[in-house]
Structure formats: structure tokens, C-alpha cells
């Protein structure tokens, strides 16, 4: 079974669902989850988790993301892209200069409704699933952050432009924002996930070249493995006393590790994490300090199948 990260590109037409299900066709393994849903007109990176590796899901889908647009101004959908029924059309009577400024003006936080064509769930059902029945339900506005905005090209009414993000940002719903604030409405006419926090598009994998890889038996130099995504952290190993304590998931106090200069600078640090190895070197987990308490405690385990 393999364990780690791979970098997918997932192709147009496909869900998310979609390429976690033919990766388990094509590794042999059920243990796989991908990192935040792509819709299946976009393209791009989908980091997926392997076997031990499924633990750090929530983990990547919080990451930063970068994608790369391409706003059509004049038209509003209802699914805020060009997959959906055209709702009203407008000329479009903005400058260049016009459309740019109010586009960077989105830079920084801003209150950001999720679409009505989207798979959060509101009392249980999934929004997509009440919209495909005609039913339109109150949402809550969610804060994003929008980090960057370059825009690569203007040729109205096409915006070509590339953003990198929050998590929980809806870039079709951006592009709809930034319509009604020109006054003549916009919907996004393509998408490309080009980064995914260290997973970058020119790295990334179709499915077609997994399968080739793996038949080749060249697919494990292309996952990342579970240590190498907290490569930040202090590695820190246990004495063989307390291999019980460790391969148990308890927390550590320092008699346990071995290591003189392991603690310098705890004190002035609000949070710090390690790489907790047995004493046989085997890669255990991810343990917390606590300064209160003047223990490691758990954070994540990477214990077992």
C-alpha cells in the first residue's frame, strides 16, 4: 500500500469523486482521499492522500491555493460559471482601467456568499442538491482572503487573471462579485488550480501518467512522503523506555527524549511542533508542546495501516 501525497492534475469532466475513484482502481488500495473539491469543468492540482496519509486531509484542504481565471463580464448563470442557464445578459460599458481597479479592490478579506451550486450542506442537504430542485435557501456569508490578484490580460469582456486565496474561496463567486461591482455582471469562464500550498501544477500527475508510472513501477519517487510535508518541524526521537509511551500515542515528557538543545527557544515560541521518532528511528507522528504542562503531546499519529 503506498502512503503519502500524490500530486494529481485533475482533468476536465472529472469530479474530485471521480479521480479518487479510479486512483483506487488503478493503485489497489481503498485508503485514499482527495484535498478539496475542484468543479468538474476546472483543471489543475488536486493534492491526494494515501494509506497513513488520509490523517492529513483536513490539513491540505486549509492550505493556500493559487488559480488562474478568466472572467467573462456581461453575463450572469446560475452556477456563476459558464456551465449553468444564463440569468441576464449586459453590455459591457466599463473602461480597461475601470475593471482593473475594482478587481484589485478585492484584494485583502471581504464577506463572500457561497453559491447556490455548491457542495456545503445547509440542514443536511447539499446545496447543488436543493438548486437542481429550483430551491433557493438562505447562507451565511463566509470571510476569505483574498492574498494576491495579478492580472494577466484584459480584452474585454475577458479578464484573464490569477489569484491566490483563503480556503473556502469560491473563484466563480469572485468572478460574479466583481461583476455586480462594474454594474454588468460577470461569470467565470475557465479555471486552473495552479498551486495547492508546496503542490504546484509543472509537478502535478494526470491519471493517465499514474498508471503508466505505477506499471513502471516509477510511481513511488512521485509521492511525497508523510514526513517530508512537516520537514519545518524539529525531529525529536524517544529513548527505548519510553517506545511503549510513543507507540501508544501518549504524551512525552523530556525524560523520554533524547537530545540536549531539543527545548532552546521553547519558552518564547507560542506553538511549536516535532517529528517524533521510536528509538529505532521509525516515524511515529507529530507531537505538540505544551508549556503549561511541560509535555509533548499528540497531534497527529501516523500509527498502523
Not at 60 to 84: H, N
Not at 153 to 173: E, F, N, Q
Not at 274 to 297: P, T
Request: charged share 30%; with cysteine.
Amino acid at each position: 500500500m503506498y502512503d503519502g501525497i500524490l500530486n494529481v492534475y485533475k482533468e476536465k469532466g472529472y469530479t474530485s469523486h471521480d479521480v479518487v475513484a479510479k486512483l483506487r482502481g488503478v493503485l489497489h488500495q481503498k485508503k485514499i482521499g482527495h484535498t478539496g473539491t475542484l468543479d468538474p469543468d476546472a483543471q489543475g492540482v488536486l493534492p491526494v492522500c494515501l494509506g497513513k496519509a488520509t490523517r492529513l486531509c483536513d490539513m491540505l484542504t486549509d492550505r493556500q491555493k493559487t488559480y488562474r481565471a478568466v472572467l467573462i463580464l456581461g453575463r450572469e448563470t446560475d452556477t456563476q460559471d459558464l456551465s449553468g442557464k444564463v440569468l441576464s445578459e449586459h453590455p459591457v460599458n466599463v473602461s480597461e482601467e475601470e475593471t482593473r481597479q475594482v478587481i484589485l479592490d478585492f484584494l485583502g478579506t471581504y464577506e463572500q456568499l457561497p453559491p447556490m451550486y455548491s457542495a456545503l450542506k445547509v440542514n443536511g442537504k447539499k446545496l447543488y442538491e436543493l438548486a437542481r430542485q429550483g430551491k433557493v435557501v438562505e447562507r451565511q456569508t463566509r470571510t476569505v482572503t483574498i492574498h494576491d490578484i495579478v492580472i494577466e490580460s484584459i480584452d474585454l469582456p475577458h479578464v484573464a487573471m490569477t489569484v491566490a486565496c483563503s480556503k473556502g474561496t469560491y473563484i466563480r463567486t469572485l468572478c460574479h462579485d466583481i461583476g455586480q461591482r462594474l454594474g454588468c455582471g460577470g461569470c467565470m469562464e475557465s479555471l486552473l488550480r495552479t498551486q495547492v500550498g508546496r503542490f504546484r501544477l509543472e509537478d502535478s500527475l494526470t491519471l493517465s501518467q499514474i498508471e503508466t508510472l505505477k506499471e513502471e513501477g516509477g510511481l513511488g519517487e512521485k509521492i511525497v512522503s508523510i514526513e517530508e510535508m512537516f520537514e519545518a518541524c524539529i525531529p525529536l526521537g524517544t529513548l527505548p523506555s519510553s517506545d511503549r509511551l510513543v507507540t501508544n500515542g501518549n504524551p512525552l515528557t523530556e525524560k523520554d527524549v533524547f537530545g540536549e538543545d531539543w527545548k532552546k527557544g521553547l519558552d518564547a515560541r507560542r506553538e511549536i511542533y516535532f517529528r517524533v521518532y521510536d528509538s529505532r528511528g521509525e516515524f511515529m507522528g507529530i507531537y505538540e508542546w505544551e508549556q503549561d504542562k511541560a509535555r509533548l503531546k499528540p497531534w497527529k499519529m501516523f500509527l498502523g495501516g
